[in-house]
């Protein structure tokens, strides 16, 4: 039975219409990730951050599954091993394109959490400096994202599940992030076979066994195809 592990970034939200970071035209190309991204500049001034967010939020909801989100869903559906989908993405696309185990390691636009008491709760389509958490009533609301120096979510989870991975598939991001640029490594190291599905090579592209070039809702349902043997 194959276990397979899969990492998915931006890219493959691209065809969404939902932007990437560090494509030309990116997120990083029109924000400064240290005023936007990081503990720091949410304290110096938190309604540039929470305006960031809600615009997000909001070109998220305006988009829509692509079929590279719907191919993910359908491998869930369908293959017989264990299959971990970690995202870097906080965009909802998996989950509406029918994916329901997604492990949001940088966390997500759609949830919101308390600074104070940690207590998460959907998050509303615009959020306000100072909106009070509905556990602790401290207005100490901010956005779920993990931010530059944050911890990235259920790292221990992934960590055991690129221990076991026969495979391990990344779709969609430049490698230039860690902890997730360095899965690939972890997963070679305990012998699992590895693929870049990519718009162009990324950062850690030495690092795959194999690398398919090409658009995510092109690449991504022949790759499925191909597992599902269909
Ligand atoms: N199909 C496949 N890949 C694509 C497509 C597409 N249509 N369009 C772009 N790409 C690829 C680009 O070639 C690039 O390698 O997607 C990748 C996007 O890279 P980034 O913009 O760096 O996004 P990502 O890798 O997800 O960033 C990781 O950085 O800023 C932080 O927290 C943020 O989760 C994010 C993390």
């Not at 493959?12 to 219409?17: D, F, L, V």
């Not at 720091?40 to 305006?51: A, I, S, Y």
């Not at 998460?120 to 615009?126: G, L, N, Q, V």
């Not at 690092?207 to 658009?215: I, P, S, V």
Request: some cysteine.
């Amino acid at each position: 039975m194959t276990n397979i592990v899969i990492l998915t970034g931006a890219g493959i939200s691209a065809e969404s219409g939902i932007s990437t970071f560090r494509d030309e035209g990116g997120l990083w190309a029109n924000h400064r990730i240290e005023d936007v991204a990081t503990p720091e500049g949410f304290e110096r001034d938190p309604k540039l951050v929470v305006d960031f967010y809600n615009e997000r939020r909001a070109q998220a909801a305006t988009s829509a599954p692509n079929p590279a989100h719907d191919a993910l869903a359908r491998l869930e559906a369908e293959h017989k091993g264990d299959l971990l989908l970690v995202t870097q993405n906080v965009d909802d696309l998996h989950e509406r394109g029918g994916s329901n185990h997604v492990l949001h390691m940088h966390g997500a636009l759609n949830s919101a959490l308390c600074a104070s008491c940690e207590h998460r709760w959907p998050a509303p389509m615009k959020m306000a400096v100072g909106d009070a958490c509905p556990n602790c009533a401290a207005p100490m609301a901010r956005p779920d994202i993990v931010w530059f120096g944050e911890m990235p979510y259920q790292m221990d989870r992934i960590e055991r599940a690129l221990a076991q991975a026969d495979l391990f598939v990344a779709i969609g991001t430049s490698g230039n992030v860690y902890p997730a640029a360095g899965f690939v490594q972890m997963a070679a190291h305990y012998g699992a076979h590895t693929i870049e599905l990519n718009l162009e090579p990324s950062a850690v592209v030495s690092q795959f066994a194999e690398t398919r070039f090409g658009k995510a809702g092109e690449t991504v349902p022949a790759w499925v195809a191909e597992v599902l043997e269909i």
